[in-house]
Nanobody, 124 residues
Framework: QLQLVESGGGLVQPGGSLRLSCVAS????????IGWFRQAPGREREGVSC????????NYADSVKGRFTISRDNAKNTVYLQMNSLEPEDTAVYYC?????????????????WGQGTQVTVSS
């Protein structure tokens, strides 16, 4: 059974940092591109960052460039999202997803497997 599990969310003050983890099981995750998406209440799900299967292609949403860093450790079947200089506007449920094509895109409909999400709240 293909499964993704996110962790690392929580409550943080503006300017703080969090590191999200996405652990894959049930499939060879290094064949898949992994994307991070987020959804705030009343808003559509949006792409945050993505990394290709080989880790050579990385994309970021303009709103997080320079603050977030995506990386993957295929030996651990894990993809990370390091989030620095967090802002209240970053508050959302964050999801990771896997795309069997291996190509990193920011389009949610390209992704085949989704995690359950982890809540990130940025507030003083």
């Amino acid at each position: 059974q293909l499964q993704l599990v996110e962790s690392g969310g929580g409550l943080v003050q503006p300017g703080g940092s969090l590191r999200l983890s996405c652990v894959a099981s049930g499939f060879i995750s290094d064949h898949y591109a992994i994307g991070w998406f987020r959804q705030a209440p009343g808003r559509e799900r949006e792409g945050v960052s993505c990394i290709s299967s080989g880790g050579y292609r990385i994309n970021y949403a303009d709103s997080v460039k320079g603050r977030f860093t995506i990386s993957r450790d295929n030996a651990k079947n894990t993809v990370y999202l390091q989030m620095n200089s967090l802002e209240p506007e970053d508050t959302a449920v964050y999801y990771c997803a896997a795309d069997a094509s291996g190509v990193a895109t920011m389009r949610p409909y390209e992704y085949d497997v989704w995690g359950q999400g982890t809540q990130v709240t940025v507030s003083s």
